[in-house]
Nanobody, 116 residues
Framework: QVQLVESGGGLVQAGGSLRLSCAASGTIVSTNTMGWYRQAPGKQRELVAMATSNGRINYADSVKGRFSISRDNAKNTVYLQMNSLKPEDTAVYYC??????????WGQGTQVTVSS
């Protein structure tokens, strides 16, 4: 079993910044992928950014240049620094960990609201 605890969401004005954190605990193997997804009302959940344990990173085109994902492998924690936030970034943000042996686990989600 794996548990993911997210923090850092909130309300911010357009142009502002937020930093999300997600700490994983339980059965964690050294080779894994951790990432952030988001789901806005009435829309499908979409990838925001992901980072593998060996350093490979991918971003959604909509957040490139504004968001930055990072990891602390010793703490099994992934971060998402979000700058220049826009109202269209408003969504529930979910953390996910993927491990080949144990599958995928999701966090409970944290609300990010960007006011115009």
């Amino acid at each position: 079993q794996v548990q993911l605890v997210e923090s850092g969401g909130g309300l911010v004005q357009a142009g502002g910044s937020l930093r999300l954190s997600c700490a994983a605990s339980g059965t964690i193997v050294s080779t894994n992928t951790m990432g952030w997804y988001r789901q806005a009302p009435g829309k499908q959940r979409e990838l925001v950014a992901m980072a593998t344990s060996n350093g490979r990173i991918n971003y959604a085109d909509s957040v490139k240049g504004r968001f930055s994902i990072s990891r602390d492998n010793a703490k099994n924690t992934v971060y998402l620094q979000m700058n220049s936030l826009k109202p269209e970034d408003t969504a529930v943000y979910y953390c996910k960990i993927s491990q080949a042996i144990f599958g995928d686990y999701w966090g409970q989600g944290t609300q990010v609201t960007v006011s115009s």
